[in-house]
């Protein structure tokens, strides 16, 4: 039976128990009475605790405690006494029984549904690839499923189709989105010779390849096979719970073995009446409240994230977070904005911008949608253009009011001429990695457009938040390494590690892991093996379905800022859990210490309050402060 099926039974037979202690102090009772707790309690015990009593039968035989171990004791104890307290006309407490197991099995229902996530990324990582090829067989083109496609097939792409496997253009050119894996902002030209990379999406030219790498040796099943390593790679986290069962479980059982021996050999207590104060020891420690620590912290630390925007997707992170020492980020799409726009215009910009626009609305190059973007923005009419043509490898040329204008790379410079001015203009660009398009007019260049993917608005005031608090930042990117330095050093990034494959990425994190806990941030496909490798896996909202789903936080509202919020929320909820587990030993030996007897309605009432400080404590956390401001010049 599965863990979510155990829970909804724990749930639903002992919610009339709950029920019933919510209307004592009303005057109404359960119907039924200790009859209906035994039975309700007795379904619960048989169904939903079974792998409790299992697992802590087989931790004992091995000379352990640990969760299972306390829960199982518990459970067990207060089930068995409140069985002989029936019989006998004493209070029973069959709700605690099926209370502590309902409260666990929460807990675990959480981590499994995080698992379960883990397994989904690697299956949509798995779906990118593309389902078909058009193969040459034969001399004739024919579509094959993927699974049959062979090293040395000639394959032919189109545009707008995906790049079936690995292999290098044999035929024709293009330009391919290789954003997805290799990290690069820009779209990437491709001529004959040029590798291409399967599951990249062709933009505007048809071509034809050879297959080079097919089946598990393609860089999208290696990036699988990468993400189920990082995985994989991570020492199980031991529960904070666990640690504390090490030593609350021996000293509870010694206490209550020592509780009788007092009260039937010192006292003279009749047998009966020592069983009593021994099993109050055992109820008062019952690990009610234990139950509740981790899940109810993590229930209102979750919703205050969710609230302000971080999702925080499973307990083991909280951990984790508290020793970060560097924050590594993804450059495209995380600092920038992921998205091409035009930065600068040198010469006359309503000529230059009108030119560009003109030519380029019948151009299917990718950089042509920030020209038109920012065409739009000014306003710029454009102007009717003849004799439209493309200049391979160089740009567009068209004919504007009777005047040979022209578009393109900086291979146009070998044809026209430049004043030494805006060959200053151009260098002074390059150096602050922008792509550079010129324009001109009867072979003479007038104006030039500079291309960035620009860092976000926030991006720079996150970075100094996080610096601020002590924190190595670190950029990690697929892009070259002048375009990651030139945005590095805008938004104050420390360090900078540029031209990095998928494959290196995560080896890149777990060589800086050597100086500490890492936090990695990013939004790609490409970044989903860095961010299971990361000790914390933050992913932006805005991201794919792999990269939200491989982090263990997820920022919804894209805001890099949020980063430092998650990791203070983060903290915080983790701590909060903490004190509320290192709290409950000390209520269970409150009453010790003040010199009163215990009777099994007073271990009761202590249990109900450790449970209630957990509580809340918990709650306690929709209040706390979570400051990161930090104000930039």
Known sequence: MTITKRFWIALLFSFPMLVGMILMPFGVSLYGGAITQFILTTIVMAVAARPFLQSAWASFKKHHSNMDTLVAIGTATAYIYSIYAMLTGQAVFFESAAFVVTFVLLGQVFEERMRNNASNAIEKLVDLQAKEAEVLRDGKLVKIPLEEVVQGDLIKVKPGQKVAVDGVITEGNSTIDESMVTGESMPVSKIVGDKVIGSTINSNGTFMFKAEK?????????????????????????????????????????????????????????????????????????????????????????????????????GEVLEDVNDVKTVVFDKTGTITKGKPEVTDIVGNNEQVLKIASALEESSEHPLATAILEKAKQSKVEKSAVNNFQAIEGKGVSATINGQNAFVGNDKLL?????????????IKLQNEAKTVVFVGLNDQIIGLIAIQDAPKETSKEAIATLKARGLRT???????????????????????????????????????QKSGKVAFVGDGINDAPALTMADVGIAMGSGTDIAIESGGIVLMKNDLRDVAKALELSR????????????????????????????????????????????????????????????VA
């Open 214 to 314: 097919v089946g598990k040796d393609t860089m999208l099943s290696q990036i699988v096979e990468l993400v189920k390593k990082a995985q994989n790679s991570h020492a199980p986290i031991q529960n904070l719970t666990d640690k504390v069962s090490e030593i609350f479980v021996p000293t509870v059982l010694i206490l209550s073995i020592l509780t009788f021996l007092v009260w039937y050999v010192f006292l003279g207590a009749t047998i009966a009446k020592a069983l009593i104060f021994a099993v109050s020891v055992v109820v008062i420690a019952c690990p009610c409240a234990l139950g509740l620590a981790t899940p109810t912290a993590l229930m209102v630390g979750t919703g205050r994230g969710a609230k302000m925007g971080i999702l925080i997707k499973n």
């Open 414 to 426: 070998h044809d026209v001429d430049i004043t030494k001015d805006m060959k200053y203009q151009m």
């Open 572 to 631: 915080k909820t983790f701590n909060r859990i903490k004190l509320n587990v290192l709290g409950i030993p000390v209520a269970a030996g409150l009453f010790f210490a003040i010199g009163l007897t215990l009777s099994p309605e007073l271990a009761g009432l202590a249990m109900a309050f450790s449970s209630l400080s957990v509580v809340t404590s918990s709650v306690l956390l929709n209040k706390a402060k979570i400051s990161t401001n930090v104000k």
């Open 474 to 512: 670190v950029m990690l990117t697929g892009d070259n390494k002048r375009v990651a330095q030139a945005i590095a050093q805008e938004v104050g990034i420390d360090d900078v590690i540029a031209d990095v494959l998928p494959g290196d990425k995560a080896d890149h994190v777990e060589a800086l």
